[in-house]
T-cell receptor, first 115, second 112 residues
Framework: KAGVTQTPRYLIKTRGQQVTLSCSPI?????VSWYQQTPGQGLQFLFE???????NKGNFPGRFSGRQFSNSRSEMNVSTLELGDSALYLC??????????????FGEGSWLTVV | LAKTTQPISMDSYEGQEVNITCSHN???????ITWYQQFPSQGPRFIIQ???TKVTNEVASLFIPADRKSSTLSLPRVSLSDTAVYYC?????????????FGDGTTLTVKP
């Protein structure tokens, strides 16, 4: 059974540009969440989607957005990139929402470097 | 939010048992405790999850006291390949991901 797949794995963007990252959850998983990981801030929650609806949102500016498709695949977008957006962006999926004790499984992440 | 506190780093030697404790004083009734392992440039990998008492799987054990204000991940007979960062997550999975809190992680270094 394939794990969480994220593309691209590595990318370099210029300040002011925008970027779209893609995530395919584990087959059968309907919940997807995104995290940003940086050396200084650790793992920070961005947002969570279930059945194409955003259920939770972390404390990030509006430049960070996401969406989920009917097949549970998800994308996140960052507009007007800043140097501080350089980070590892992690996608995680879980079987369902509305159930405590859900185990979330992470992808390998997308490394974004903003120059 | 359940704030978690872990030791920043720990050292061990091959073959030893390692115990990493996570403090989560204001854990909510519905919160589960999950531990992840992360290697450089990779996503966190699920190790074990529990709600109370003791949980054991093929790679680790998780001890949770009755008050649930802390938890201890136990790794038996560590090897060099166990050198990684270990995160404690308190919360309810993706449903309450916005209310889930990752600790700052414990860097475990296993020496030969």
């Amino acid at each position: 059974k394939a794990g969480v797949t994220q593309t691209p794995r590595y990318l370099i963007k210029t300040r002011g540009q925008q970027v779209t990252l893609s995530c395919s959850p584990i087959s059968g998983h309907r919940s997807v969440s995104w995290y940003q990981q940086t050396p200084g801030q650790g793992l920070q929650f961005l947002f969570e989607y279930f059945s194409e609806t955003q259920r939770n949102k972390g404390n990030f500016p509006g430049r960070f957005s996401g969406r989920q498709f009917s097949n549970s695949r998800s994308e996140m977008n960052v507009s007007t990139l800043e140097l501080g957006d350089s980070a590892l962006y992690l996608c995680a999926s879980s079987l369902q929402a509305g159930h405590t004790g859900n185990t979330i499984y992470f992808g390998e992440g997308s490394w974004l470097t903003v120059v | 939010l359940a704030k978690t506190t872990q030791p920043i780093s720990m050292d061990s030697y091959e073959g030893q048992e390692v115990n990493i404790t996570c403090s989560h004083n204001n854990i909510a009734t519905n919160d589960y405790i999950t531990w992840y392992q992360q290697f450089p440039s990779q996503g966190p990998r699920f190790i074990i999850q529990g709600y109370k008492t003791k949980v054991t799987n093929e790679v680790a054990s998780l001890f949770i006291p009755a008050d649930r204000k802390s938890s201890t991940l136990s790794l038996p007979r560590v090897s060099l390949s166990d050198t990684a960062v270990y995160y404690c997550l308190v919360g309810g999975g993706n449903t309450n991901a916005g209310k889930s809190t990752f600790g700052d992680g414990t860097t475990l270094t296993v020496k030969p």
